[in-house]
């Protein structure tokens, strides 16, 4: 299967989900008030529900949320079945409060006072309190082509088992800094989807089977690669037994 085939079959990022264009001015402040309702336990449908509903009340960028109470991003959360609704609302209203006043709500600003991805990663970590590594890694993901700073971003370590999986990757490559294994990989595709895309579908495949290892819960199904390679081994093992 090509990995355009897993973004057509389960999706791409969200950020395109949500018509968010990366590229375009204002468009990793759009990105940065949607990031911060991904991640934990949090379905991603809910999310997607909770970043649409905040667009609808014009609360879908930093400038927006910084100029609103708490309260007033609680209703939209709510209204969209958003767990935790009050402390995620502080969490979001911090973050972009922080962005505004000590960046202009810039994170191009931002990104321009940092020199690698440290450096970067330490600035928006700054932000405010809940907004950890976790967070930022999810945030700059997808903007490892904006932002040079941002590259050596690794991959999301369940779109790499996945990717290992399903012969993506070998094992051993991509293991820290920018993926450029799976780049490479991308550009035999005839569709080229984009890096974000594939990750994001591999994360979600991962997430359910590769990173702990349970081909039997692949969303894959019969066309998982390593399920069938489980299958056979397990087949030879099952057939050397009665003479052991």
């Excluded at 090509?2 to 990793?28: C, K, N, Q, T, W």
């Excluded at 991603?44 to 007033?72: C, F, M, N, T, Y």
């Excluded at 767990?83 to 502080?90: H, I, L, N, S, Y």
Aim: charged share 25%.
């Amino acid at each position: 299967m090509r990995a355009s085939d897993l973004v057509a079959r389960f999706g791409g990022h969200p950020a395109g989900e949500l018509g968010i264009d990366l590229e375009a001015s204002g468009g990793p402040e759009r990105w940065l008030v949607a990031s911060c309702l991904f991640g934990g336990r949090i379905d991603a449908e809910i999310a997607l529900a909770a970043a649409r509903a905040l667009e609808a009340a014009g609360l879908a960028d930093p400038q927006s949320v910084a100029l609103a109470r708490p309260e007033a991003l609680e209703a939209p959360l709510i209204g969209a079945g958003y767990p935790a609704p009050e402390a995620t609302a502080r969490k979001l209203w911090r973050v972009c409060d922080s962005l505004a006043r000590h960046h202009g709500g810039s994170l191009d600003a931002l990104a321009a006072q940092s020199e690698q991805l440290e450096d970067l990663a330490t600035r928006l970590t700054r932000l405010a309190a809940g907004f950890g590594a976790a967070s930022v890694a999810r945030f700059l993901r997808p903007l490892r082509d904006r932002w040079i700073q941002a590259r050596e971003i690794p991959l999301h370590p369940a779109a790499r088992a996945a990717a290992i999986h399903l012969g993506l990757l070998t094992e051993g490559q991509d293991e820290e800094g920018e993926p450029g294994a799976l780049r490479a990989a991308l550009r035999e595709d005839p569709e080229q989807p984009s890096l974000a895309d594939v990750e994001s579908a591999l994360t979600r495949i991962g997430t359910v089977a590769c990173s702990k290892d349970r081909t039997a819960r692949c969303p894959l199904g019969d066309a998982c690669p390593r399920r069938a390679l489980d299958a056979l081994n397990a087949g030879s093992f099952s057939a050397r037994t009665p003479s052991e």
